[in-house]
């Protein structure tokens, strides 16, 4: 059977999924919700008014980007309707990219991008019923465009929804239960931070209806907790100081939750068992022989799971396992060619370490020494940084080509290098994590400096004289950061696809760490790498994708014409229709990296 019909079907049908029971198949096609029974063409259209304006089942740039949704729509249980999103993206701005390079005369493509402090899109949630295909929309208090709803879950059964409704700063998150039958609202749960709420993860249900699995920080520590349908009873499942990373699965037969964690080391990952009635103490599950990062796919009952296992100079591997004993199944991915090319090479040393910021504040990092090293010479010190709250450099796991890199780096005598700032996204509780907040740029780059000088007194051989530093992204910004802030320290740095302008990025990024433009100015300006270009001392390599929907080549350009401005010279790249990750095209990131490699062989 072919979805859509009789007719060809649509190259814009989009997240065809099948109902609980799989009689049925909706997918969105052209910003509307179908469905379709199996082994049948007859189609039911159930949303009309989808346009590109109104996008039902579906989302703009921004939902897409930041809180990593694809499919706006959800089966319910007893297979007679859908929950779905509806975004109206009128009024919101586009943004326009230029393609001068494929046909004679530019083209341009343009989307709607809201940026901080800008008009967003209006959300709203309803339920259509299959039977009448009528929606029946969750009519909640206040302006559409100034809430944000990141998640919605069935409530355990057909009748009730649960929607996670956030404001604009995202410091609240209330939860609602949606009765689309009686029309009915009721807030069960609110959860607050003075600064941000860290993520939105989805409510799971158990009990038939009666509780929910929810994630939270409200003791300092994101922990996992079983809270009532009514909001009245609140079991902290993973009690303790260290945070839960992923929740990977439960099993109301056998009263288990699993989830990864690493309380003794932030840089590993290892998988970790608690009772859903918290009657017993978490334990870890994984085995001590698997000292590194291990990720688990659990099968729907949890019996059994794919695990993958790397730590930082060994390649990953990966097999199925019956999850309580951690056996062995079957292998599936052993990577025994690299791994014999690798024991062929002259690898780096590299150890894990930590240093304290001026304010006691401990950082984590990691060192890779060239071999054969002698340590009566001096070395230049190459940096990777990316220190914004999305991501973690420090972890003990496979990097593929980009250890590889660094590894050619230190046989060609470079000391490389990671330190993870606070307010990353490391699993060390929740005042690391928002200490950040309106300081983005300015704390996170004194880290980064107060480590460097920390390291130099821990290895004499560290050449302060040659200290360079690259990123890419929010990594990008941090490496103008250091060069504008901290220029008695860092002599060469390349920012790739970097944000100079906090103003330039998107309203939900953007906003839950630095807050509106047009109430926090301030935060802005302290945070923008722009405002401080005319510190630049040391060599500068910009590079920038003109393709780019994501970090806008709009930013590169301002912060050229701010260098030009204070008589700063440097150097810049440009890769035309690239896009954030700067690879499409033939040997893209080889010239990348070749380009990266010559930079610092010549300025360091």
Do not use: C
């Amino acid at each position: 059977m072919q979805l859509g019909g009789e007719e060809p079907a649509s190259a814009k049908l989009m997240f065809a999924k099948f109902s609980p029971n799989s009689e049925k198949v909706a997918y969105v096609q052209d910003n509307n919700i179908f469905v379709q029974p199996v082994g049948s063409n007859k189609v039911t259209q159930l949303t009309t008014d989808g346009s590109d304006i109104i996008v039902n089942g579906n989302f703009d740039w921004v939902y897409e980007e930041e809180f990593s949704i694809r499919d706006g729509f959800r089966w319910s249980p007893d297979n007679k309707s859908i929950a779905y999103w509806q975004l109206d993206t009128s009024g919101v701005k586009n943004f326009i990219m230029i393609n001068n390079t494929d046909e004679l005369y530019p083209t341009l493509t343009q989307f709607p991008y809201p940026k901080a402090g800008e008009q967003n899109s209006a959300v709203k949630v309803g339920v259509v019923s299959l039977s009448d295909k009528k929606t029946r929309w969750a009519e909640l208090k206040g302006d559409n465009r100034d809430r944000y709803i990141p998640r919605i879950s069935w409530a355990g059964n057909g009748d009730s929804l649960l929607i996670q409704d956030v404001n604009r700063p995202q410091n609240t998150n209330k939860l609602w239960v949606f009765n689309w039958k009686s029309d009915s609202l009721t807030n069960i749960y609110t959860d607050k931070d003075e600064a941000f709420l860290e993520w939105f993860y989805d409510a799971q249900f158990i009990n038939e209806g009666k509780d929910f699995i929810w994630h939270s920080e409200r003791d300092g520590w994101r922990h996992l907790y079983k809270v009532s349908r009514d909001g009245k009873s609140i079991v902290d499942l993973t009690p303790g100081e260290f945070d839960i990373v992923d929740m990977l699965g439960l099993s109301e037969e056998n009263n288990a939750i699993f989830f990864t964690a690493s309380p003794d080391d932030v840089s590993q990952r290892y998988l970790f068992k608690a009772t859903l009635d918290g009657s017993a103490p978490v334990t870890r599950i994984t085995p001590t022989e698997f000292s590194g990062t291990n990720n688990y796919y659990m099968s729907e009952d949890t019996s059994w799971a794919r695990h993958s296992f790397s730590s930082f100079a060994k390649p990953t591997m990966r097999q199925v396992i019956s999850v309580n004993d951690h056996k062995a199944i079957k292998s599936l991915v052993k990577n025994e060619e690299l791994t014999a090319q690798l024991a062929k090479e002259n690898l780096p040393t590299h150890e894990f370490f930590q240093v304290k910021a001026r304010d006691g504040v401990k950082l984590d990092g990691y060192i890779m020494f060239p071999p054969n090293m002698d340590k009566s010479k001096k070395y230049p010190i190459i940096f990777y940084v990316y220190g914004e709250p999305w991501g973690q450099t420090v972890k003990d796991s496979w990097r593929g080509n980009s250890y590889l890199w660094d590894s050619m780096m230190a046989q060609k005598g470079y000391i490389i290098a990671s330190v993870d700032n606070r307010g990353t996204r490391a699993p060390k509780g929740r005042d690391w994590r928002k200490s950040i907040y309106k300081k983005l740029g300015d704390i996170t780059a004194r880290d980064q400096a107060d480590a460097l000088g920390e390291m130099a007194k821990r290895w004499s051989f560290i050449d302060t004289d040659r200290v360079g530093v690259w990123g890419h992204s929010g990594g990008g910004t941090q490496t103008l950061n250091l060069l504008f802030r901290h220029n008695d320290k860092y002599k060469a740095g390349v920012a790739v696809a970097a944000v100079p302008d906090l103003s330039l990025y998107d309203t939900i990024y953007q906003e839950r760490y630095s807050g509106n433009p047009k109430t926090d100015p301030d935060s802005y300006k302290n945070s923008s790498a722009l405002n401080f270009a005319d510190g630049l001392e040391g060599k500068l390599l910009l590079i920038h994708g003109t393709g780019d929907d994501n970090v806008h080549y709009q930013g590169a350009e301002r912060l050229i014409n701010e260098l030009i401005k204070h008589n700063k010279q440097f150097e810049f790249m440009s890769y035309p229709n690239r896009s954030h990750g700067i690879y499409e095209g033939k040997n893209t990131t080889l010239h990348l990296k070749t380009m990266l490699r010559d930079f610092f062989i010549e300025n360091l």
